[in-house]
């Protein structure tokens, strides 16, 4: 019960920080019509703060500390900076900036894949005990 609470806390206070960050990026940008690119959507922080909350969440069920869950935030973060010092240089933020989203998908999608398989492997030991 405390897990799932502190869990909900953590999706709260990063969705609470998408609203706060996204006005003030469009508002930064407001030169820029808004667009369906690789540099808007990186730029706006959504893939990442996404990618954050399935770190958070595959976190919160691990038996223990996991330094690999570490670095997919930090190398995430670290192209998400990297996109937004280029931002009005296309071709190196679109690199960056594509890069920032592929990134957030791909381990996005494994935190989700082994969040469900270590909560299976959960589930399946409370049945036998």
Same mark, same amino acid.
């Given at each position: 019960?405390?897990? &799932?609470? /502190?869990?909900? !806390?953590?999706?709260?206070?990063?969705?609470?920080?998408?609203?706060?960050?996204? $006005?003030? +990026?469009?508002?930064?940008?407001? &030169?820029? $019509?808004?667009?369906?690119?690789?540099?808007?959507? *990186?730029?706006? /922080?959504?893939?990442?703060?996404?990618?954050?909350?399935?770190?958070?969440?595959? =976190?919160? @069920? *691990?038996? !223990?500390?996991?330094?690999?869950?570490? +670095?997919? /935030?930090?190398? *995430? @973060?670290?192209?998400?900076?990297? #996109?937004?010092?280029? +931002? &009005?240089? $296309? $071709? =190196? *933020?679109?690199?960056? #900036?594509?890069? =920032?989203?592929?990134?957030?998908?791909?381990? /996005?999608?494994?935190?989700? @894949?082994?969040?469900?398989?270590?909560?299976? =492997?959960? !589930?399946?030991?409370?049945?036998?005990?």
């Amino acid at each position: 019960m405390l897990a &799932h609470l /502190g869990l909900l !806390t953590y999706v709260l206070a990063a969705l609470a920080a998408l609203l706060i960050w996204l $006005p003030n +990026f469009v508002v930064v940008n407001d &030169h820029l $019509p808004a667009e369906w690119s690789w540099r808007y959507v *990186a730029g706006s /922080g959504v893939p990442l703060g996404l990618l954050l909350v399935t770190i958070a969440a595959r =976190q919160s @069920i *691990a038996p !223990t500390f996991r330094l690999l869950l570490l +670095f997919e /935030g930090i190398a *995430a @973060i670290l192209v998400w900076l990297l #996109c937004l010092k280029a +931002f &009005h240089y $296309p $071709p =190196q *933020a679109n690199f960056f #900036c594509s890069l =920032q989203v592929g990134i957030s998908i791909l381990f /996005g999608l494994l935190n989700l @894949i082994g969040y469900r398989r270590e909560l299976n =492997q959960i !589930t399946r030991a409370r049945i036998r005990n």
